[in-house]
């Protein structure tokens, strides 16, 4: 009698094709934490699966979910893909991506647009975001626009980028409080950036101020909105 010595049975080579064929037959449910990346008014909710490039489209088992929050993904083949419970607290949001802000007024700015706030963060691979600015201006005369811009700062060899700019308000001379603007950009790209977003300021003629002051800060705040192609007004972040 002859044969293979059991010590020699290629035994994970098996396991592993029982394992592959299984999966294929749709045999094999698993169970994954990801990412709400969407969660639409009309009921559309998507998630980025930990590890995976793009966002899919899933069913909540749970009631609404909340962009940003964190979820277990329950995958059954062939194309089952459902929210079956948190992957931590169900906390409703997840909090801005990007956020700077200040309890005191910036230094003066003029005719050369100077950097009043910075906030480094994280854009997401295929993500659209929501720019908010938020404070008062100060003039040194009627008349004069305060002109408010975004811009990515230069990193890695890479120069700056202009993404967007805010209303010019007219001052009167003095405070103008409660401004604010909203603006929306996206990072198109397949994979996520490290990136400082700044906001600047400057004046035509004569000198402006972004103000805050304890209990009413200046700000610039981003927020992950949803997915990229669903803002196609939002401007692209290189």
């Not at 691979?125 to 811009?151: I, K, M, N, P």
């Not at 035509?204 to 103000?211: D, E, L, Y």
């Amino acid at each position: 009698m002859s044969g293979t010595p059991a010590g020699e049975l290629p035994v994970k080579a098996i396991a592993e094709a029982v394992l592959d064929r299984a999966r294929r037959a749709g045999l094999i449910w698993r169970l994954r934490a990801a990412t709400v990346t969407e969660a639409a008014p009309d009921g559309t909710v998507r998630a980025r699966i930990d590890g995976d490039p793009a966002p899919i489209r899933v069913a909540s088992m749970i009631g609404p979910v909340a962009l940003a929050a964190r979820v277990m993904v329950l995958i059954t083949p062939p194309s089952g893909h459902h929210i079956v419970g948190w992957a931590g607290p169900p906390a409703p949001g997840g909090g801005p991506a990007g956020l700077a802000w200040s309890d005191s007024n910036s230094p003066e700015a003029t005719t050369t647009p100077i950097v009043v706030l910075s906030a480094p963060m994280v854009l997401r691979a295929r993500t659209a975001y929501r720019v908010e600015l938020g404070g008062g201006v100060f003039s040194s005369a009627a008349g004069v626009l305060a002109d408010f811009r975004l811009v990515r700062a230069p990193a890695d060899g890479r120069p700056g980028q202009g993404l967007a700019e805010f209303y010019r308000y007219r001052t009167e001379g003095g405070p103008v409080i409660n401004i604010d603007g909203v603006r929306y950009i996206r990072r198109n790209a397949s994979t996520d950036l490290s990136a400082t977003l700044q906001l600047t300021l400057a004046a035509a003629s004569g000198s402006v101020v972004h103000t805050g002051a304890p209990g009413r800060p200046r700000y610039l705040m981003m927020t992950a909105c949803g997915e990229a192609t669903a803002f196609p007004h939002a401007i692209a972040v290189d």
